[in-house]
């Protein structure tokens, strides 16, 4: 198995698709080795970011689960798509889903439609048939563990497929950030009422018998991170296509809504070049989204980040992305501590300009 090995390839924007198909093809099996632990048969979870019913970049890439499905299930794959949206869109109790469905928001934003039958809302499984309970040595910032969706066990091997973002709360979401969607919505809350902002999580879950009960902590990025050992036995690639970026606010694209009003947007960068890049190793390759997501916020006009950090000034984590170095970035020493992997050994870059391989070399060497 490849390790702490990134692979980058660049793809100049243009009109035709084919070109980003190609490279996601290119880049999932370089990244894979091939797909050299793939047997006929198995069962291969596709982990979206579908937070919402919003459209890419505010979710992820429907190229990333057509291109990917393809590959798989011409190998003879069983492949499956699942996740649960936020607690803004879906929420469930001990009594059932109050409101919302996330397959509606797989259709609305875009990645997929009707016919698919191979989609999964986590939620659509029940409270306790459809979750299982999860704990180990390496998730010490949750003392009475949490649930994840009972997929996991069906799955054979996992493909985490996130979106480059901020986020408001997280400061970012990226791979690590993305496993929230596995979790039940009771834990959920548990992280939640570690971070900013937990107002507004418990507004969301309005009509509910959810409780919220802040443990006192300070661990809601250490909490995230380790939502990934539920999975990490299974986890076979974390794969980004980014032609598109949120480089402000996030994780939807505004951070409310008034009617058809929508307030606080999210600064949307397009790339050039545009980029897919993976890697088997989770840390390596969150790594390597840091470093762009730096490179993009140096670049944004100055107005856009002084309007994001003013309304976000509670907020540290979003100072932490452009302030401290990589390898001290919670998400990363944390998942290096509890063993999810390390910083990358390799970025092996295609068609990227050579001065911006210098560029986010730099970052992810910073100290």
């Not at 911006?356 to 992810?364: C, F, G």
Request: aromatic share 8%; proline share 5%; with cysteine.
């Amino acid at each position: 198995m490849i390790g702490e090995e990134v692979f980058v390839e660049g793809i100049e924007p243009k009109n035709d698709n084919s070109s980003l198909r190609a490279a996601i093809k290119d880049v999932f099996l370089k990244s894979t080795n091939n797909l050299e632990w793939l047997s006929k048969g198995d069962v291969v979870l596709l982990k979206p970011a579908l937070n919402s019913d919003n459209p890419y970049p505010s979710t992820t890439h429907p190229f990333a689960i057509s291109v990917i499905s393809k590959i798989l299930s011409k190998e003879g794959a069983n492949v499956l798509v699942g996740d649960q949206s936020g607690l803004g869109q879906v929420v469930q109790d001990t009594m059932g889903v109050i409101r919302g469905h996330t397959r509606d928001n797989f259709i609305k934003s875009g990645m997929g439609n009707d016919e698919d039958n191979n989609f999964i809302s986590f939620e659509s499984k029940g409270w306790n048939k459809g979750f299982i309970h999860h704990q180990s040595d390496y998730t010490p910032s949750w003392p009475n563990g949490f649930y994840v969706t009972k997929c996991i066990e069906k799955a054979d091997h996992i493909i985490n497929l996130p979106r480059l973002s901020t986020h408001s709360q997280a400061g970012v979401t990226f791979g690590f950030k993305n496993m929230v969607g596995i979790l039940r919505d009771d834990s959920r809350m548990d992280f939640h009422a570690n971070g900013p902002f937990n107002n507004f999580i418990k507004r969301e879950a309005r009509g509910s018998t959810l409780k919220s009960f802040d443990d006192g902590s300070g661990t809601f990025i250490e909490k995230i991170v380790e939502i990934s050992d539920a999975i990490k036995e299974k986890l076979r690639v974390t794969l980004f296509v980014a032609t598109r970026v949120q480089a402000t606010f996030g994780p939807n694209q505004s951070e409310f809504k008034l009617g058809k009003l929508e307030i606080a947007k999210a600064n949307i960068v397009n790339l050039n070049p545009e980029m897919v890049f993976a890697s088997t190793d989770p840390v390596a390759v969150e790594s390597f989204a840091f470093a762009l997501m730096k490179d993009i916020r140096n670049n944004i006009p100055p107005l856009s980040k002084i309007f994001s950090n003013l309304i976000l000034s509670s907020n540290e984590n979003i100072r932490h992305i452009d302030e401290i170095p990589i390898m001290k970035q919670t998400f990363i020493q944390h998942a290096i501590d509890i063993g999810l992997g390390n910083m990358p050994d390799q970025i092996i870059y295609n068609n990227i300009p050579i001065t911006l391989q210098k560029r986010l070399d730099k970052y992810l060497e910073e100290t």
